[in-house]
């Protein structure tokens, strides 16, 4: 069975991963060399690769894969899901130096949820790490934004997304007309995993 090319061409080390800003590409290197990282809020829009970032620098610190309890938490808005899996999964022992949790599209939980998380990630700060990705930061709370070191990602330039796309094509021996993915491009910017 054929690979995603999504997930194929999905980087897995920070230097294949393409940064806007250098600052925040330093930062993570520092965390990768420290083995430790704070709890993150990772903002921007979709498709520019909040979650990939966030595998990357698991990876690359070396958190094992059940020390990773990974949410959807577009799926799971309510606080049931806070109390039947999160807490359980956190007050389990880490294997290696803490548990992490990833919590995708965490603007989409509900004020209830997120009143009830900013308790918890402070209960267990020392052995469990929280990274939540959002596309509208203004949609989480105050108060889990003051728990959260935060990062906002700029979109890609238009030129180096089309590159990207067309670097894909020709690893993968597709053959494309440059003025058509230019505007295949143009309609899906700047979700890059949407074009993928």
Known sequence: MKELWTEKY???????????????KKQIK?????????????????????????KILLNEIGIPDYDILEVNA????????IRDKIIPFISMIPFGPF??????????????????LKGI???????????????SPNRVTPPLHSRCQQM???????????????TILI?????FDLEILDTYVKTVFP???KCI
């Open 10 to 24: 999905r980087p897995g080390t920070v230097d294949g991963y393409v940064f806007r800003d250098e600052a925040q």
């Open 30 to 54: 520092a965390w990768i060399k420290e083995g430790s990282i704070p709890h993150l809020l990772l903002s921007g829009g979709p498709g520019i690769g909040k979650t990939t970032l966030a």
């Open 74 to 81: 577009s799926r799971e808005t309510g606080i049931d899901f």
């Open 99 to 116: 548990k992490v949790v990833l919590l995708d599209e965490a603007d989409r939980l509900s004020q209830h949820a997120q009143d009830s």
């Open 121 to 135: 990630i402070e209960e267990y700060s020392s052995f469990a790490r929280f990274i939540l990705t959002c596309n």
């Open 152 to 166: 906002h990602f700029a979109n890609i330039d238009q030129t180096e997304f089309t590159a990207r796309v067309a």
């Open 171 to 175: 690893e993968e021996n597709v053959q």
């Open 191 to 193: 979700d890059l995993r």
